[in-house]
């Protein structure tokens, strides 16, 4: 009878565990897909964060307006599609564009005429119909509603979508900042689209989403064309070329 060597193969409990931890661990190091970019960059700006003016007053507005020691003159009116108010107190003002803090230093100017030191209150109660502009490639280039703020793949999906020559990872952001000047960042819809990265803005009225064919290297030359030249002028809407 042929006797075959015997093998001891002594492996502690201890030992196992490790080995089979390592064999687990190395497989769990396998990574699936892959990591999303943070939300952040979906809004990368490059030129500095537009700084948001105070609320400015657009045509639809309500305004509640008192003078809270000559009630009288209290009143409660909308913004007229020319601009416009009338007070019993001051007669006709443009109020379009105008912060509430504004207005109440105007029509306190204004109605020294008639009132001895009077106080103003303006407060907006209902806010009118808001829009912005989208252009460029998309199917219907126009101004869409935004309600009380969409994103703005939201804003290009209610202008009919991309067209196929849109170049989505670099969509343009065009908004009013502080001093009343349009100013643009670039927007990552592409990553929206396909990896599901979070939108991070919303739009406010008579802002613009402009998708372009190509990568607009110079921002501020193109913001200066397209807000004078391009972009089609609706008074309803409150656009307006503002000097950049």
Not at 70 to 87: E, H, M, S, W, Y
Not at 132 to 141: F, M, R
Request: proline content about 6%.
């Amino acid at each position: 009878m042929t006797r075959y060597p015997r093998f001891s193969i002594r492996c502690s409990v201890g030992a196992l565990a490790a080995a089979m931890a390592v064999i687990v661990g190395t497989a769990g190091c396998s990574e699936v897909g892959h990591k999303l970019p943070p939300p952040e960059e979906t809004y990368a700006l490059t030129q500095g964060q537009i700084a948001r003016t105070d609320y400015r007053l657009q045509i639809g507005d309500r305004l509640d307006i008192k003078f809270p020691y000559q009630g009288r003159f209290n009143q409660d009116l909308p913004v007229r599609p020319d601009g416009k108010i009338t007070l019993e107190a001051t007669g006709e003002i443009v109020v379009e564009g105008m912060t509430p803090h504004e207005l109440e230093e105007v029509i306190k100017e204004r109605s020294l005429r008639f009132l001895k030191n009077p106080e103003v209150v303006v407060v907006v109660t209902q806010l009118g119909d808001r829009r912005a502009y989208v252009g460029g490639e998309v199917t219907k280039p126009g101004f869409v509603s935004i309600g009380d703020g969409i994103t703005p793949l939201q804003a290009v999906l209610a202008a009919g979508g991309f067209k196929d020559s849109a170049r989505k990872d670099s969509v343009l952001y065009i908004a009013r900042s502080t001093d009343g000047a349009y100013q643009a960042s670039r927007v990552d819809l592409d990553a929206v689209v396909r990896n599901g990265v979070p939108e991070t803005v919303r739009l406010a009225g008579n802002d613009v989403v402009y998708v372009p064919a190509t990568r607009i290297a110079n921002l501020g030359t193109f913001v200066k064309q397209y807000i004078r030249d391009i972009l089609p002028v609706d008074s309803r809407a409150g656009m307006t070329a503002a000097p950049l």
